[in-house]
């Protein structure tokens, strides 16, 4: 009866899960799903409690209540802005949390004398090196993300050679351990070892490949609960681990497809170290021309259609809020305004979107590429707002580049382009970009927001 | 580990990339952060080490894992709600006490 009781939780719980993450393809109805999605945990969570191996309360209640107030804060108090780093810590405690159940399942095990059979050791390996990959990989994402770490790749001459000699250390180790369950040294050997390739894996990719990193690493952590629930012979650790596990793979397919590169180079290549910037054109011999904030008002006032195109340089210059601003002053003129947001733009998945949100920018006001290319013919200023290689034309015509092929923004088909740069340092790529050379192009050279608020002033004068 | 987990695991990973490729671009960062909290299910198995009370260091591991996985639904729900919130459509914009 009792544990008919804790199957039927966990039913229920799959079922709101999956309905909760269905909710999410639509924006007026994601928040009710999810919040029956909570309600599916409670249930949950609930079912666990009446388990007949549960004897003691006390460590429970003791973790639980502290889990409440580690979680809320994180929940309630961090900022949007801080939204990367904050996914990636969330990443490094389910890892932890996996781990943990992992080693403890095996400890028990060795402890009172029993050998783990091999296709049990299979499921503990799995979760145990995919969650200790995963919580080395986060920390230095978040790391990265807060800038506690820098955020430029950290590379050294033979890195691929070291990691990937660390990384068949771990496989050895993991096939050694189920070949052999009672070695102990092999096993935890094996978490050593895979929390040092972690580190190392993510230590030489840099900002802007983060999308792809927090996302693949995403998949990790779930497909390590996933192995959780095959190691205890738990269905909605199961369930739930492949649900998490699917999101991170169809996210970090989105994001390599977006900027045309593949898992491998993204995680080898080292993106924006020296050799990257070979082969780029030169700027030697153009000119940029720069716009004062007053002319710059003018063009905006008048102006029918203004696509912006937001960056990560919004994001760091917390311009979001005047962005807003200036779109329902423009809108109030009777010009339209509509935003164009690339895959890649910020550190994470979403980014740009969560932070245009935040500044209250109503949603059916974003667009995606696909979306919005078609419309840049139409428009009479591009604004662009601390994006640089999303923008850069270089990717479809300059066979050189070293994002060539990565599909962009078509901001170079606009009439006029206004860029909002602070100054003229290359994008993360370490590439010139021609957009800002090009005639019609004009630079208004400071920080984000002080030039956004000038504008505003000027605009409200004309 | 027997086959019929094996069968869960292929059929949820299915519905899950047939229902997750559908969240549009607007979603993808909210989506990272609901599957963070329905991640957080690992509770189930750490309450399970922290209260089997069959071994003093899986005890404390479990204890731990319990912290963890306690943070990140908490911490995840209530910052994918906060999220959602934010999301407003244009109608509702002009119709909302602003």
Known sequence: ???????????????????????????????????????????????????????????????????????????????????PQRIALSLTFSALAATLVGIAEYHTEIAAGVVPEHTRMLALGFEIMLGSITVGGTIIAAGKLQEWLTSKPVTYPGQNVV????????????????????????????????LIFGILLVMPIGGADMPVVVALLNSYSGLASCATGFAI?????????????????????????????SFTNVLFGAFGS?????????????????????????????????????????????????????????????????????????????????????????YDKLYDMDEINSEFDRADVALVIGANDVVNPAARNDKASPIYGMPI????????????????????????????????????????KTSLTGLITEIKNV | MNLLELYVFVLAAFVGYMVISRVPPLLHTPLMAATNAISGISLVGS???????????????GFIAVIAATSNIVGGFLITDRMLRMFKSGSDTKAGPR
């Open chain 1, 274 to 362: 020296e050799t990257a910037a070979i082969g780029a054109k030169s700027s030697a011999g153009m000119t940029v021309r720069s716009i004062s904030v007053e002319d710059a008002a003018i063009q905006l006032a008048y102006a029918q259609l203004v696509i912006v195109i937001p960056g990560y340089g919004m994001a760091v210059a917390q311009a979001q809020h005047a962005v807003r601003e200036l779109a329902e002053l423009i809108e109030k003129r009777g010009g339209e305004v509509k935003f164009a947001v690339h895959p890649v733009a910020g550190r994470m998945p979403g980014h740009m979107n969560v932070l245009l949100a935040e500044a209250n920018v109503p």
């Open chain 1, 163 to 194: 990691n990937g000699a660390i990384f068949l250390g771990v496989i050895g180790l993991f096939v050694y351990s189920i070949v052999n369950p009672s070695a102990q040294w092999a096993f935890y050997s094996m978490i050593g070892a895979s």
């Open chain 1, 1 to 83: 009866m009792r544990d008919t009781l804790i199957q039927a939780s966990y039913l229920l719980a799959s079922v709101l899960f999956i309905l909760g993450l269905r909710s999410l393809t639509r924006p007026d109805r994601a928040r009710r799903g999810m919040q029956q999605a909570a309600v599916g945990m409670l249930f949950a969570i609930v079912g666990t409690l009446l388990n007949h191996t549960i004897v003691d309360y006390r460590w429970i209640a003791g973790g639980l209540v502290l889990g409440v107030i580690i979680g809320y804060p994180m929940g309630q108090w961090v900022p949007m802005t801080a939204m």
């Open chain 1, 409 to 448: 923004l078509n901001a170079d088909h606009a009439k006029s382009v206004i860029v909002l740069k602070r100054g003229m340092a290359a994008g993360f790529a370490g590439i010139e970009n021609e957009l800002f050379y090009d005639k019609r192009t004009s630079m208004l050279f400071g920080d984000a």
């Open chain 1, 233 to 261: 012979g738990n269905v909605i650790l199961i369930i739930s681990g492949s649900l998490d596990g699917a999101s991170g793979f169809i996210l970090s397919i989105l994001m390599s497809k977006a900027m045309n590169r």
């Open chain 2, 47 to 61: 309450l399970i080490a922290a209260g089997s009370a069959r071994d003093q260091v899986a005890t404390i591991l």
